[in-house]
């Protein structure tokens, strides 16, 4: 759940931050994320498209080019900082302990690989497995993401299979080398809604039945909050709010996030007009507004101080573990 | 999506464990099938692969079906026109130029085959460098190449004989060594795009290492320009060759080579045409055969047109 009292987080991530040197300046993409991840834990990061969401979790794996990229901060994970982890130790990571899924099921797989090939790579690498034992493995996997005939569709290719389907090869994937944090960028956003709901009872159901952690990076707060035990808000490479899902729902603190869910059409009500929008565009990267990169758009900015300073994130008043970046509270 | 492959996904979301007793999907073809019976759809690379094969079993066969030595010596049938006896003639020592012809395959293949493997290896490696890495290398790369494609290939070719000698086997060195540039761009071209995929970075987020990623994950998928520049490249290192030769600077005489003979046959052109006429045409054949089977590799190749091909499949 949200917060075990025991143990120690899996990943415990300290104000991680990613620049990317550009023509016209520095980028600065992530700033400063913090957070932790507990074993069996579903946590969330939502944020419109360009707000730092993916390369925040690609800067985990090491796999932001370094140049353009430049990361700093502290990713902790099983007693080593993977920011200075060197590329052999950080290659002996990823797809073992830490898979990830990608966004766009339609090109994320080889086309010119047969599914089992591209099923057996990572356990042949990792685990050391023969080759006859990781085609075992490899049919046991397909069966469990829910892959008709598997022993049949491990020699089939990428396109005989639909959008769906290969989905669901990615997570097999991820899942070959029995991962302890699966990160899953975006996976539900190229399926239709059917299949979005099914990946999604998916991912669920095997992370109830191997225990690891998901760290589900999503725009679409609907999938949220199917899957999440906690949110994260992400806005202009800041984490805006934080809280255990139901709060977040139920309670939003920061305008952003009152914003995004008041933007959401609701099931079995009237249908308005129009829905509502946040006017504005997301801030540009190289020319972060000295305040609240929050402030241009902000509908209220209650407070003096948004506009020339930035407001750390810090405890609600009276929520424990619920926390906003914003020098006041909207309430419910 | 058809709503057979639909079908079965439902299922399999509630239930895994019962689903492996439904009709597995016809069974898949393999990629080369799809191409090779593609290639086969297409008449003229039907007949150029006939030329081919034909023109393999002469230089494989030699000796044992060709009527005559290749070095035979008649003087009593010096510059004979086409007849029964000599179906494409004698030279000005009498020999047969069909046997010569004939023979002759072997070395143009050869030299073919040899110079070709030599850029394909050379380029290949060098432009998956390049390609996937970017930057100095890159860099470094390709200005090396661009400074070899600057020269006229025959020009260059020469330069590379004058340093190493003439000869067969160091004609083959040199022509590979004029063919690589290509190669390498062809290759650098492709992995450019390939090497943003989002299979290649979800390969490396699965832990595999470079080596790995571009053997495995970036070659594969830019195979389609390579194996297409091969083949034409076997024409114009066919070409090359019996430049070379016709120069004086590939085979020595009296071996049978294709463009030696022309040479030869240059000085009787007046009085016996048939002397440059069908050792010229071995080579155009040669080469129009290996261009047309290029092309339509090409076509085969092209995921444009394989994409037409299953999206039928899929709707049908």
Redesign the interface.
């Known amino acids: 759940m949200s917060s075990p009292a025991t143990g120690d987080p899996l990943l415990r991530v300290r104000d991680l931050c990613v620049r990317f040197g550009t023509k016209r300046g520095a980028a600065e993409v992530v700033n400063g994320l913090s957070y932790d991840l507990w074993p069996g834990q579903t946590l969330a990061i939502v944020g419109e498209s360009g707000s730092g969401k993916s390369v925040g979790v690609l800067s985990l794996l090491g796999l932001v080019p370094q140049p353009p990229g430049r990361v700093t901060g502290e990713v902790w994970f099983g007693g080593r900082n993977l920011v200075e982890a060197s590329e052999a130790e950080l290659r002996r990571l990823r797809g073992n302990d830490l898979a990830m899924i990608f966004q766009d099921p339609m090109t994320s797989l080889n086309p010119v690989l047969t599914v089992g090939r591209q099923l057996t790579e990572g356990m042949e690498l990792h685990l050391g497995l023969s080759e006859s034992d990781a085609r075992v493995r490899a049919v046991d996997l397909l069966a469990r993401v829910g892959i008709p005939s598997p022993r049949e569709r491990l020699d089939a290719y990428p396109h005989q299979f639909s959008g769906g389907m290969r989905q669901r090869v990615m997570i097999a994937i991820g899942l070959a080398c029995d991962p302890k944090v699966l990160i899953a960028d975006e996976p539900t956003t190229a399926l239709d809604v059917t299949t979005q709901a099914q990946i999604v009872d998916l991912v669920g159901e095997l992370q109830d039945e191997l225990r690891m952690a998901v760290l589900w990076i999503t725009h679409d707060l609907g999938v949220v909050a199917g899957i999440a035990d906690r949110v994260m808000v992400m806005y202009a490479g800041r984490i805006v709010e934080e809280a255990d899902v139901d709060e977040l729902y139920d309670a939003p603190r920061h305008p952003y996030t009152r914003g995004l869910l008041e933007s959401l059409p609701v099931l079995g009500t009237d249908r308005p007009e129009q829905l509502t929008a946040i006017p504005g565009m997301p801030p540009d990267p190289t020319e972060l507004p000295p305040g609240c990169p929050f402030w241009p758009r902000c509908p209220q900015r209650l407070d003096d101080r948004c506009k020339t300073e930035n407001p750390p994130l810090r405890p609600v008043s009276g929520g424990g573990d619920h926390k906003i970046a914003a020098f006041y509270e909207v309430s419910g | 999506?058809a709503a057979d492959?639909?079908q079965?996904?439902?299922?399999?979301?509630g239930a895994?464990?019962q689903?492996?007793d439904?009709?597995?999907?016809p069974?898949?073809r393999s990629?080369a099938a799809e191409v090779w019976s593609a290639v086969l759809a297409n008449r003229l690379a039907v007949a150029g692969l006939v030329i081919l094969v034909a023109i393999a079993l002469a230089a494989l066969l030699g000796e044992r079906i060709a009527p005559y030595g290749p070095t035979e010596i008649d003087f009593q049938a010096r510059l004979e026109g086409p007849s029964a006896r000599h179906p494409f003639g004698t030279d000005q020592l009498g020999r047969d130029i069909l046997s010569r012809v004939m023979l002759g395959s072997r070395i143009s293949l050869q030299v073919g085959f040899i110079s070709v493997g030599i850029a394909l290896v050379g380029g290949v490696v060098l432009g998956l460098i390049a390609g996937f890495y970017g930057g100095k290398r890159d860099d470094v790369i390709m200005r090396v190449m661009d400074i070899l494609f600057a020269f006229p290939a025959i020009l260059l070719a020469i330069a590379v004989l004058a340093i190493l000698g003439p000869g067969i086997g160091n004609a083959m060195i040199a022509i590979g060594i004029v063919y690589v540039p290509i190669f390498a761009r062809v290759t650098r071209a492709s992995v450019l795009s390939v090497r943003e995929?989002?299979?290649v970075?979800?390969?490396?987020?699965?832990?595999?290492?470079d080596v790995?990623l571009l053997r495995?994950?970036v070659l594969?998928?830019v195979?389609a320009p390579i194996i297409v520049q091969t083949s034409i490249s076997l024409a114009f290192a066919i070409l090359s060759e019996a430049a070379l030769s016709f120069l004086g600077l590939g085979a020595p005489r009296p071996t049978p080579a294709w463009g030696l003979m022309l040479a030869e046959g240059r000085g009787f052109i007046q009085q016996a045409w048939w002397m440059a006429f069908f050792p010229g045409m071995a080579i155009l054949l040669t080469v129009l055969a290996f261009n047309v089977l290029g092309d339509a590799l090409r076509d085969a190749l092209d995921p444009r047109q394989k994409?037409a091909i299953?999206s039928r499949g899929v709707t049908a």
């Open positions: 999506m492959q639909e079965p996904e439902r299922a399999g979301a895994a464990a689903v492996d439904r009709p597995a999907l069974a898949s990629r995929e989002v299979y970075r979800a390969a490396r987020s699965l832990g595999a290492s790995r495995l994950h594969p998928n195979l994409s299953e």
